[in-house]
């Protein structure tokens, strides 16, 4: 579902986010009439909710009824509708070359370039960004750029609240911020003038992460954050593992931003120490703002917290990617090497997707040529000649998009005018790759990407310096510094000419180049999005419009042109693609990138650490800026899925589907889809439920078992495995104290196992549940080397391991078989008390201390004491 080529218009998800995201709306739906297409609300779910477009056949009062896309009929309020003054794209495009070309000096300028921008816009080869789209002549409240960097936070109290003000501010808007933290003081360092200790950096991260997930930006999308720390940063580590530490940070993505000698400390596996300034200084609440180099120029001393194995800190970095997609790696002074700002302003963070480095309060703008509409079917080739212009034009129109924008703060306005940062991408990659018959990852495609993509950014600079010739350079443009970046140096030597017009005209642009993700804006024009491939020819996406099936047209074209037969190999998707094919495409063009590149290798569900350890070192030595990697299903919820992934599951990897999802198969015809994790899950009815009690083991009166005393992060642990027919059916835990986050969630996870065991007869169950629950890690562990145990779920596996061992020992099973009724009733773990000057830390007594969950951090923390509830990591406290 997209485009119709005839006449453009826009059909199905493609309509949906045209009309949702990015057409001009009337903020007074109160004038709804009959006749109006809308967007209706058709399902309220602040997670998950659904919206159709239609057209209202009725209203009364302050209810409608809208008659949708599919024909359905929905009641609705007025106010909860979607009213849109355009409806068509061509509307859009009218808008958005007027509004880029007032910004001309007279009106025969105004002219030409309306006539030349609507040109550019027609068919969606150029693609504004998202910030464009919606808010150019829109409302003077919205900004035109994508991507925002303020400064790190002022390492006190007021300086924090001021940057939390400045990112609602910008996030209200409509654009994405980064923020590096590492101006902030590290965990338990001491804070004089409140006589207490710092939370650390990590926790005043959460705050941010909580404030985005509040914003909604202009009624259609969250707000998106990025938060960094660097290498040297004392809490590191603690950031680094965040995201397992339930609760804390859920509404920002994470980078590490990673240095050379870090890299050559891994390579060498050096010791690494992690370091933070002397807050004591007179200076540091003046000079000290992140930047560790500058204040070391200034001959300020830098204390040491402690040394770390770098290859520990880097293998704690890959695991934690590996489990769940983050955090991400951007080799920051890698960037700034090859950074055209490195003689006036370094690169501090990147924007919330990764694909724009930015200095302090720096800005860009974004766009994108739809490379699927420069194939030249006569020639079979590219069309040359058409995408110079495109590429022309489109940077004249970001460029103008920097006089067009609002600021509402100074510090961008007068940044923007100093650098003119603008970022031309790209999407329909992969769809105009698969029209020239060329495998994308394959030797052959990485010649081509050099190809393309050198001659795009040679077309760019050149425009950029003709612009320049005209209207003048940046503010700080200085010749033979520019020329001297990184990046500079590669396009001079390849292109000479280019050196020549800058040194001739100068340089309009510090940057020009920007490989952004096009997620929404690619989907809705009908094309792949950004340089990725494909995620698959057929899926189902979900998203704040609802879950939809997509196809893939050019897929679809072909099939039904060669009806019975399998697509050809150069019909790649992101999952059969290797991860380093992945990486090595990324290398090829971020090569012709002076910013940087949102890209991620999907790696499958199998792909180990190791493997993933190589994939990042890869992308370093291949002068990639960043990396980051989606093994599949390693997150809770995935935006897209495929049935195909349950069809080439291996028979044991089937096993891992929830019973309900194995039941479904009987009914599916009677089910609803989403896709949690990438698997097909469903909405139970009676008839599915009728197929589960089948399969469903009933439970004799009288079963067998052991009894398993583990020591465990959140205290001690009674675990009892039951055998029934010579195998674990059961598994009842005890955790905790009775009425705990603890003891429930125990429970929970002993229902669960027992039901997965005695459902159906699917592979060796205990083999797939130990594969599954091992090795799961959480905030802390307790024991060393075979005797470490990392969480509850990790105790279990190690139980079932012991478990056959322990029930065919003859000579000793009858000390630990014991009858168990329906009900187990296992004796309460006994009150460990840390002995007196002991301190509760790794396997010691006060580690094994019955602890719950601490709501503020979310780690094993929180300890009763005097009627109170105490966390011993965070400070939070509350009493009853």
């Not at 006539?115 to 027609?122: G, V």
């Not at 936070?153 to 924090?160: E, F, L, M």
């Not at 991620?600 to 990697?629: H, Q």
């Not at 195909?644 to 479904?664: F, R």
Request: net charge negative.
């Amino acid at each position: 579902m997209g485009i119709s080529q005839s006449s453009k218009r826009l059909e199905g998800l493609s309509e949906k986010i045209f009309l949702d995201r990015y057409a001009l709306k009337n903020a007074d739906t109160s004038l709804a009439k009959v006749g109006d297409t809308v967007l209706v609300l058709t399902k309220d779910d602040p997670k998950f909710p659904a919206k159709e477009v239609g057209e209202i056949i009725s209203r009364e009062g302050d209810s409608v009824q809208v008659r949708t896309r599919s024909g359905e009929t929905v009641k609705s309020a007025v106010e909860k509708l979607t009213l849109n003054i355009e409806k068509t794209p061509e509307e859009l495009w009218d808008r958005l070359a007027g509004a880029m070309a007032s910004v001309e000096a007279t009106p025969e300028k105004r002219n030409e370039w309306t006539e030349k921008f609507r040109y550019i816009l027609d068919d969606w080869k150029l693609v504004p960004g998202g910030r464009i789209a919606a808010g150019a002549d829109a409302s003077d409240e919205l900004t035109l750029f994508n991507c925002y960097v303020i400064p790190s936070p002022h390492d006190s109290r007021g300086g924090i609240m001021s940057t939390l003000s400045e990112m609602t501010e910008i996030m209200s808007r409509g654009g994405g911020v980064g923020i590096n933290l590492s101006s902030l003081r590290p965990r338990r360092s001491v804070v004089k003038g409140v006589n207490g200790s710092s939370s650390g950096a990590v926790s005043w991260g959460g705050l941010f992460s909580y404030t985005t997930g509040l914003i909604e930006q202009g009624g259609s999308r969250r707000g998106a954050l990025m938060l960094m720390i660097n290498d040297w940063h004392p809490d590191l580590e603690d950031f680094i593992t965040v995201k397992s530490t339930m609760g804390q940070i859920t509404n920002a993505n994470l980078s590490v931003c990673v240095s050379n000698g870090f890299m050559k400390a891994v390579k060498e596996d050096l010791e690494w120490e992690l370091v933070f300034p002397d807050t004591t200084d007179p200076d540091y609440n003046d000079k000290w703002d992140g930047n560790l180099e500058a204040w070391k120029q200034l001959g300020k001393t830098v204390k040491p917290y402690r040394t770390v194995r770098a290859r520990e800190v880097w293998h704690t970095i890959i695991e934690s990617a590996w489990k769940s997609a983050e955090p991400g790696v951007v080799f920051m002074e890698y960037y700034n090497q090859m950074s055209n700002s490195w003689y006036f302003n370094p690169i501090i963070c990147t924007n919330p997707c990764g694909e724009q480095g930015l200095p302090a309060w720096g800005v860009c703008n974004l766009s994108a040529i739809n490379l699927s509409k420069f194939y030249d079917a006569q020639k079979h080739d590219v069309d040359w000649e058409d995408l110079a212009t495109v590429v022309r034009y489109s940077t004249r129109f970001l460029d103008n998009v920097i006089d067009k924008t609002p600021y509402h703060f100074e510090e961008n306005r007068e940044n923007q005018q100093k650098e003119r940062r603008v970022g031309l991408g790209s999407m329909g990659l992969a769809e105009l790759m698969i029209k020239l018959k060329i495998r994308y990852g394959s030797p052959e495609s990485l010649v081509f990407l050099d190809k393309i993509y050198a001659f795009m950014a040679r077309e760019a600079y050149l425009a950029s310096a003709e612009i320049a010739s005209e209207k003048g350079s940046f503010q700080a443009f200085i010749a033979d510094k520019f020329l001297e970046s990184g990046f500079m140096k590669n396009m001079t030597h390849v292109f000479p000419e280019v050196g020549e017009a800058i040194k001739k005209s100068g340089m309009r642009n510090v940057t020009v180049i920007t490989q952004a993700p096009t997620g929404s804006t690619g989907t809705m024009v009908g094309t792949s999005t950004g340089i990725e491939p494909y995620f698959a020819f057929e899926y189902f996406r979900q998203s704040r419009l609802g879950f939809d099936k997509q196809y893939v047209p050019i897929a679809q074209e072909w099939k039904d042109a060669n009806p019975n037969q399998e697509l050809p190999d150069y019909f790649v998707t992101s999952m059969t693609l290797t991860a380093e094919d992945h990486i090595r495409a990324q290398a090829a063009i971020q090569k012709w990138v002076d910013s940087s590149i949102s890209k991620t290798a999907n790696c499958p569900s199998d792909f180990t650490v190791e493997e993933t350890k190589r994939l990042y070192e890869l992308a370093f030595d291949l002068g990639c800026k960043g990396v980051t990697i989606y093994r599949d299903g390693s997150r809770d919820v995935q935006v897209l899925s495929t049935s195909a992934d349950k069809k080439e599951e291996k028979k044991e990897e089937k096993a891992e589907a929830a019973p309900v999802a194995v039941a479904a198969e009987a009914v599916k015809e009677e089910a609803s889809l989403t896709n949690l994790s990438g698997k097909l899950a469903v909405n139970v009815d009676a008839k599915t439920e009728q197929v589960f009690d089948k399969q469903y083991k009933r439970r004799p009166q009288i079963l067998r078992g052991a009894t398993y005393k583990v020591n465990t992060p959140f205290g001690m642990a009674y675990i009892t495995i039951n055998d029934m027919n010579g195998t674990p059916s059961e598994i009842f835990l005890n955790v905790g104290k009775a009425g705990s986050d603890v003891f429930a969630m125990s429970e929970a996870l002993g229902r669960v196992c027992s039901l997965f065991l005695r459902y159906g007869d699917h592979g060796d169950k205990v083999k797939l549940l130990v594969k599954h629950l091992k090795g799961i890690g959480g905030s802390g562990a307790i024991g060393f080397g075979t005797n470490r145990v990392e969480s509850i779920a990790d105790a279990v596996a190690k139980a079932l391991e012991q478990h056959d061992e322990v029930m065919n020992e003859q000579d000793d099973a009858r000390n630990y078989v014991t009858a168990t009724s329906e009900v187990l009733d296992a004796p309460a773990p006994a009150p460990v008390v840390a002995p007196s000057g002991h301190s509760a830390h790794g396997g010691s007594a006060a580690s094994a201390a019955t602890k719950d969950l601490c709501p503020s951090c979310g780690s094993a923390s929180l300890i009763n004491s005097e009627g109170c509830k105490n966390c011993a990591n965070c400070g939070y406290s509350r009493c009853s």
